[in-house]
């Protein structure tokens, strides 16, 4: 049973392009949140998701930042015209419908030239 | 004030030690309480889940005072691999579920 995968592992961006970061949630996992980790400090809730639905997205800033979780396919976070302060360390996490514990992915590092 | 608090650290110890952290959280309504470990540039990963009563999983206990809001940890006969960076975790809102992070106590320990 694979874990959480997200893709991908680095990405590098100069300021102004757009970032996609994917996650894929374990099997039989239907709930997804993305968390931020900015350097040298906690991780930070942006989102939560279910299939086709936003439940929560009080941790993310008001501009340039999506996130998505289709049907069908992986979740996306999407930032566009990134920033230099955008560069962290992008957590995925996933749960079932039930249950409380969330199960992280490796994340996405992302740094912005 | 944070809404989960850590002491930072390190702590540094010799294997075999015992070493206890300790965390506090600033909402009474809290529901759901969590201990991580995270490695270097890795993801968080779960140790324990923590409640009142009380929970134990190897050489690893954990404990909640609701009362005083205060969380614990205890590593007995730590080992070289126990070092690593311990994240006290929150659920503030069980609707909402999401994850409130300290900024986590890191362990260090020395052969």
């Known amino acids: 049973n694979a874990g959480v995968m997200q893709n991908p592992r680095h990405l590098v961006r100069r300021r102004g392009q757009e970032a996609r970061l994917r996650c894929s949630p374990m099997k039989g996992h239907s709930h997804v949140y993305w968390y931020r980790q900015l350097p040298e400090e906690g991780l930070k809730f942006m989102v939560y998701?279910?299939?086709?639905?936003?439940?929560?997205e009080s941790g993310m800033p008001k501009e340039r930042f999506s996130a998505e979780f289709p049907k069908e396919g992986p979740s996306i976070l999407r930032i566009q015209q990134v920033v230099r302060g955008d560069s962290a360390a992008y957590f995925c996490?996933?749960?079932?419908?039930?249950?409380?514990?969330?199960?992280f992915g490796p994340g996405t590092r992302l740094l912005v030239l | 004030r944070k809404e989960v608090e850590q002491d930072p650290g390190p702590f540094n110890v010799p294997e075999g030690a015992t070493v206890a952290f300790n965390c506090t959280y600033s909402n009474s309504a809290s529901q759901s309480f969590f201990w991580y470990r995270q490695d270097c540039r890795k993801e968080p990963k779960l140790l324990m889940s923590?409640?009142?009563s009380g929970n134990e999983d190897g050489r690893f206990t954990a404990q909640l005072n609701r009362a005083s809001q205060y969380i614990s940890l205890l590593i007995r006969d730590s080992k070289l691999s126990d070092s690593a960076t311990y994240l006290c975790v929150v659920i503030r809102d069980t609707g909402r579920r999401a994850l409130t992070f300290g900024s986590g106590t890191r362990l260090q320990v020395q052969p």
């Open positions: 996490a996933s749960a079932t419908r039930f249950q409380e514990t969330q199960y």
């Open positions: 923590v409640y009142s």
């Open positions: 998701l279910q299939k086709e639905n936003i439940i929560d």
